[in-house]
Every structure is written in C-alpha cells, then in structure tokens.
C-alpha cells in the first residue's frame, strides 16, 4: 500500500485549527506526500485525539497517522525523516513546557530526554505533539487509543497515557533527536511566523477579508469558552442539586 498519513490536529479553538491548517498546507506544499487532514476542536485533548483518528473514514486507507499539534511547525523534511525509519511509533523533539533544556519525552518515566541528544533514542514514553503512528498499532491497541492513568493522586497527560499502552502490548517508542520542530506557546507569534513565510503576493493587509475573517475566529473562540464555562456551570449545579436532595431527604 502506498504511504497516505492522516494528519490529526487537536485544537481549543477554530482559530488555533485555522492557522494549524495554513502551517501544515505550507510546509506540505509540492513535497510529494499523500495525506489528509483532520482536526477537532474542544477542550478535551485526550477525546480530540481519539476522534480525529476515527473522523472522516477512520484509518483503513492509510499507512500511518500523525499527531501533529496547533502550536507545532514542522517541515515535509522532518515528516519523510520519521517516515524513513520505518517504526511503529517515532516522535519528532519537540520541546517540553516546564523543563528548560528538556524535550517532551522521558527514557524511564523519571527524567526528561536532553536536549543535547542526538539521533533516535529509544523512551518509556514521548509527547504527542508531533507524533508518528503506524496504522497497524492503533489496530492492536483498545480503545480510546489516547487516554489518562493515574499517577499517585494526579493523572498522566493522554500521550504519556498512549505510550504506555502501547509498550504494554510490546511496542516500543522512538525519538528522533535531529527532527527538532518548533513548539510555539504563543498563538500571535505562530500568526506572525504564518504572515511572514507567505510570498509577497499573498499577503494580506489587517484591511482585508483575512482580518475580517480572524476578527470571526476570535468571536467563534469567545462563545466556545462561554459554552464550555456555563457547560461546567450545569453540571455542578446538578450535581449539587443531587446533593441537597439527599441531604432533604436525610
């Protein structure tokens, strides 16, 4: 079967899914790779995941699927080089939001992968941020792919959740070192760094449709985190609801 990646992107909001669409479509233009792409928006990063792997006809037409996230950018050389070692599960180094000097991925569970290392190493487990997977695991791993275990009194994020799962059924999981992406934390500056790539001619002054349209995307958010917010409202209000029927009752 010919190599066709669907690409998986989860956001928070459509704004983050709009520019995640034009970094992607950039850095994949005339590259010669077959893929699609697929983004969810919600607050749940775990359900995101899961769902856009299963969105638009699930995973049977393709070889692999790539987590790729809304604050990653990436280049079609970094994607043919995780395709080329022909693992079941290998990460791009994306760098960890805490630990200064640290990639997102940790050899024993303990420590955090340096960023001084070089080449494919193997870890216990690796963010998701850019995160490349055979098509044939997800097919020998239960559902949901993507998902919290506990950890003492916290829980782990949903891909240090997916590694280990996968280890338990006897993969094991790769970082490429050299595949270094960029894991931007500010959403202006992947705006920025979208403008600026853009050839001249594409430019799009603040005057014109494209603002009107990110002036649109940021309303969309807005109303998206007051569904969330009043969503979270309801539910603690039944849940009190339920206590004080008890309490009525008692």
Known sequence: MKTKIKICTPGASLEDINISRRVIS??????????????????????NRNRCILDNSGIDSYTHIL??????IATAEDVKKLLSHNLPIVSGAARHRQVINCFAASPDGESFLGNDKRGLNKVLWAGAAFLLIQRDVLKNLPRPWFRHVPNGETQTGEDVGFCLLAG?????IFVDCDVRV???TNRSELRRRIMSSAKENERVSETSVEAVECQIMRLVSELQRQIYYYSDEVRRLLVENERLKKLIKS
């Open 26 to 47: 950039d850095a994949l233009a005339g590259s010669g790779i077959d893929y699609d792409h697929v983004w969810r928006i919600g607050a749940l990063v775990f359900d």
């Open 67 to 72: 987590q790729w996230d809304s604050d990653i």
């Open 168 to 172: 338990q059924y006897g993969y094991s």
């Open 182 to 184: 960029e894991h931007l």
